[in-house]
């Protein structure tokens, strides 16, 4: 799982949730750093799930989805937003963009789970 | 749906940076596969390098791009799976496919598009080479069970990988191995990876540029600062304005620091440079890199990369013979390339050596009076030093046609004139049939620099302290003993040696006076304060009214009213706020006529044959013996001795005299313009004789009387008035004849000239 937050105890904190879900996790502290991060791992061992923070600087969540969505290789990897915004407009907007999911902050162990599940990425 | 086109750009701008960086890194590991020097480690940083390429094309939008990297991307997978081996064509389709990707980045870059190429063919190639499923070879790998796990269950044994064919270089960079320990990890999904992330960010050049000037203006506020606090009585007040001293100065350091790269980084293509080239040509060539972690300003990084390169393909293909000319001349078959760079002096050297065959002077005069560089003349006149240097001149090439290497319309002047233009020097050193060695200084930095501040004329002038060689101050029975006049030009004998001055006050038309007043005026000060300062080569004393001190100064580009000038460099901003202007030393000297502006050769022949009527030149006056008085360039003398009659010696029909332990021959000016009708009167003992030098040999032309030394503008009437002289010119009121100092030495010792065909052919 990667996950993408420039708040430093927000990625512990999903690090921890994650781990708990038995995921193997990597962190990056911006949009950038998440999209670096994706494009030069390692194809045989690819991503199942990347949560992505909407609000990070040098390029915020729905530009990273948008980037990350303009390559095909990437399809496999699901895409889930971390939001505090849960207007429709903005939930249709993370959608539209090619996140496959949102997730509402504040963020607990039952919630990431059951977003998991729906994407068939947790029993 | 939009991305936003600024981030959009940006993205761009470093999938740029990144790619060249990695095919960069690309080129090195193939080569290094290519040589069986590969790790378990290589076929995976080239794969990863690809991948990055072809993930970040697909964010972009750049299909094309991304479609092509697709293709080598499979069979670098294979590769690294081992299911392709390691051969030639792979190597060379691979390379080959890497220039296709920068062909690609390099239209993006500056075409904005990805361009109109068609790699179809290139693509058929890396699929074909992808479809051999050939028997696994394990790639040269040490045995080194560690890493991705691959190899496993390869035999451990040493299998050296499929070695190139003969023609192709052997390209060995000695390079200690300098890759930071970053990426070594999978970079895969390993819970913790440490990435280079932690240790190193990257940071924009211009945020870096723009620091750089804050620190620029943040020394001059402390300069300004100390100088206001030095008569202070607060001790409060100075304790601080030390502390700030000293911080500023160490920010300083640590903000140049940053800008500081490795020369390795522009390094790194060369072997890559190297194989090509060297295959194109069927040469083997050993490259050999020392120093690449020699830092450099990254501004002047990116100058110097297109000269070097320049001068690297030279090296190979100029300098560097084939495989059968080499074996002739009994050296090995591969030629060494050698790249050095060190810092000394607060400069930095950069040596590009070869072991080729050097440069031929001769063919490099002959080239240049061809293409009307210079004159016959004056390539007779010019030593070995200055004939290699020939070829820094515009429109110079020494290759017989146009190669595809290094005939790409830069040439070495092109070289010097980016070198020069960052306050460096170029100079080469040939040693014929063992190599030549192109040697560059450079600043480390241009943004500031340590200076001597003089004064002249109520004004003060930063002198940039690399080109100052020392200080010296006459006071009193000195400097009337020490200054002379020579040919109206003031010198000063130091340590024997002859070293022109240069007064700034007149230079600068500081103070409205000629040369006389000026001498006159600086017997009556109390001393003279002199700056030996160096330009192009050549020394020369700067006397100024007073010399100050040295201090670091922030250099500003002049306005362009001034930018003109050649006397100025540049300008500063002083402790006290007020301006100082940068003297450019070799602009100065060029403006004192001490030194000439070789530009002015590069003028084509009809243009300086127009310009002769004007030339001035130091000419010496001599009576041959016969009766006229005859003249010669001074510049062509190498000294006036005189010799008792009985030391002339013979060496077969040839008079001979030993001169500082070599055999010189003799030539009697007399003999040879002799006109009908004037026998040659009998010689003065001791015998008057103009030593001449060329080309390392020496000849003493015997005259009857030296009589003068002289500055003339001549004007020569071209019909020769008899064998032996160019022809004839008032000088003084009588008429004199110019000798044909060439003609007279082919007559007496047709040896002279024999290595030098160009002379003969003139």
């Keep these: 799982m990667l996950i993408i937050d420039d708040s430093k105890a927000m990625r512990g904190f999903l690090t921890y949730l994650a781990t708990e879900l038995s995921f193997t996790t990597v962190e990056a502290e911006d949009g950038r750093h998440g999209l670096d991060t994706l494009i030069k791992n390692d194809p045989s061992q690819p991503f199942d799930v990347a949560l992505v923070d909407w609000d990070m ?7 990273l989805v948008q980037f990350i969505r303009r390559n095909r290789d990437f399809d496999a990897v699901k895409l889930m937003m971390v ?4 207007t429709v407009e903005k939930i249709t907007l993370a959608l539209e963009s090619g996140a496959d999911d949102f997730l509402m902050k504040p963020v607990t162990l039952d919630s990431l789970r059951e977003k998991l599940q729906i994407l068939g990425l947790v029993d | 749906m939009t991305t936003n086109d600024e981030l959009q750009q940006q993205l761009i701008q470093d999938l740029l940076i990144e790619s060249f960086e990695g095919l960069d890194r690309f080129d090195r590991e193939m080569l290094a596969l290519e040589k069986g020097a590969g790790t378990t480690d290589t076929p995976n940083v080239i794969f990863r390098v690809i991948h990055t390429i072809k993930g970040t094309a697909g964010c972009l939008g750049l299909t094309k791009i991304e479609s092509v990297a697709h293709v080598g991307e499979n069979l670098l997978s294979a590769l690294r799976e081992g299911k392709v081996s390691v051969s030639p064509p792979l190597i060379n389709a691979l390379l080959a496919y890497a220039d296709a990707l920068r062909e690609m980045l390099r239209s993006l870059e500056t075409e904005r598009h990805e361009g109109e190429a068609d790699y179809s063919e290139l693509l058929r190639r890396l699929q074909d080479l992808n479809c051999e499923t050939a028997v696994p070879v394990p790639s040269a790998a040490p045995p080194a069970p560690a890493g991705w796990g691959l190899f496993e269950e390869e035999p451990a044994a040493e299998t050296p990988v499929t070695p190139p064919q003969t023609t192709v270089a052997k390209v060995l960079p000695i ?4 890759e930071p320990a970053a990426r070594t990890g999978s970079g895969g999904n390993s819970a913790n990876a440490p990435s280079a992330a932690d240790s190193a960010i990257r940071v924009n050049v211009d945020q870096l540029d723009k620091l750089m000037n804050l620190v620029g203006e943040l020394v001059l506020a402390r300069n300004q600062i100390v100088q206001h606090c030095g008569p202070a009585q607060d001790h409060g007040l100075l304790a601080a304005s030390q502390r700030l001293n000293l911080i500023t100065t160490e920010l300083q350091e640590g903000v140049m620091k940053t800008r500081m790269q ?6 790194a293509k060369f072997p890559r440079v190297v194989r090509d080239v060297a295959s194109e040509l069927g040469k083997e060539v050993q490259l050999v890199m020392e120093g690449n972690q020699t830092e450099l300003d990254r501004t002047i990084i990116e100058a110097i990369k297109d000269p070097l390169t320049h001068i690297v393909r030279n090296a190979i293909d100029h300098g560097i013979e084939g495989p059968a000319e080499r074996r002739a001349a009994g050296k090995p078959e591969t030629g060494m390339l050698i790249l050095r760079a060190f810092h000394e002096g607060g400069q930095v050297n950069i040596e ?9 002077i001769v063919r490099v005069k002959q080239k240049a009076i061809e293409r009307g560089l210079v004159s016959v003349e004056q390539a007779g006149r010019l030593s070995d030093r200055e004939a290699l240097n020939l070829i820094f001149l515009p429109g110079f090439s020494t290759a017989e046609k146009v190669t595809n290497v290094s005939g790409r319309g830069v040439g070495m002047d092109v070289v010097k004139t980016n070198i020069e233009k960052i306050g460096g020097a170029v100079d080469v050193v040939s040693d014929s049939g063992r190599g030549s060695t192109v040697k560059i200084k450079i600043p480390l930095t241009l943004a500031i620099i340590p200076a001597l501040i003089v004064t002249s004329g109520g004004e003060r002038f930063a002198i940039p302290q690399v080109s100052l060689l020392e200080l010296v101050r006459l006071e009193d029975d000195q400097k009337r003993k020490g200054i002379e006049l020579l040919c109206g030009t003031p010198v000063y ?3 024997g040696r002859l070293l022109p001055l240069c007064y700034l006050n007149q230079q600068l038309k500081l103070v409205p006076a000629t040369a006389g007043q000026l001498a006159a005026d600086s017997a009556q000060a109390d001393a003279v304060n002199m700056v030996v300062l160096q330009a192009d080569g050549r020394q020369f004393g700067l006397v100024v009214d007073q010399i100050n001190d040295t201090e670091e100064i ?4 002049l306005g362009k009213q001034l930018k003109g000038i050649s006397c100025f460099a540049g300008a500063t901003i002083m402790g006290d706020g007020r301006v100082a202007l940068i003297l450019d030393v ?11 502006e070789v530009r002015d050769r590069a003028q084509p022949d009809k243009a300086r044959a127009d310009q002769t009527a004007g030339d001035r030149q130091t000419l010496l006056l001599f009576d041959a013996g016969a009766s006229s008085r005859m003249a010669i360039p001074l510049s062509m003398v190498a000294r006036l001795e005189e010799f008792p009659r009985k030391s002339v010696e013979r060496s077969g029909d040839q008079e001979v005299i030993q001169y500082r332990g070599q055999i010189i021959p003799l030539i009697r000016v007399a003999d040879h313009i002799a006109r009908v009708g004037i026998p040659p009167q009998d010689l003065s003992d001791p015998m008057q004789v103009v030593i001449y030098a060329e080309n390392g040999r020496s000849v003493g032309l015997v005259v009857g009387r030296i009589d003068d030394i002289v500055e003339e503008v001549i004007t020569v009437k071209r019909d020769s008035s008899g064998r032996g002289t160019l022809g004839s010119v008032v000088i003084k009121e009588k008429v004199t004849d110019l000798l044909d100092v060439s003609a007279i030495i082919r007559a007496a010792d047709p040896a002279f000239y024999l290595d030098h065909p160009a002379t003969l052919a003139a």
């Excluded at chain 1, 939001?83 to 849960?86: E, G, I, L, Q, S």
């Excluded at chain 2, 922030?554 to 580009?557: F, L, T």
């Design chain 2, 554 to 557: 922030v250099v500003k580009p």
């Design chain 2, 352 to 360: 590009i050596m070869d072991d080729g065959r050097g440069v031929n």
């Design chain 2, 175 to 178: 390079m200690p191995e300098s």
């Design chain 2, 493 to 495: 004998r130091l340590r």
């Design chain 2, 586 to 596: 070799l602009g100065l000297a060029q403006h004192a006529n001490i030194v000439s």
């Design chain 2, 262 to 267: 490795p020369i390795g980084n522009i390094w």
């Design chain 1, 83 to 86: 939001t505090t915004n849960n």
């Design chain 1, 57 to 63: 600087p040098r390029m915020t969540g729905i530009e």
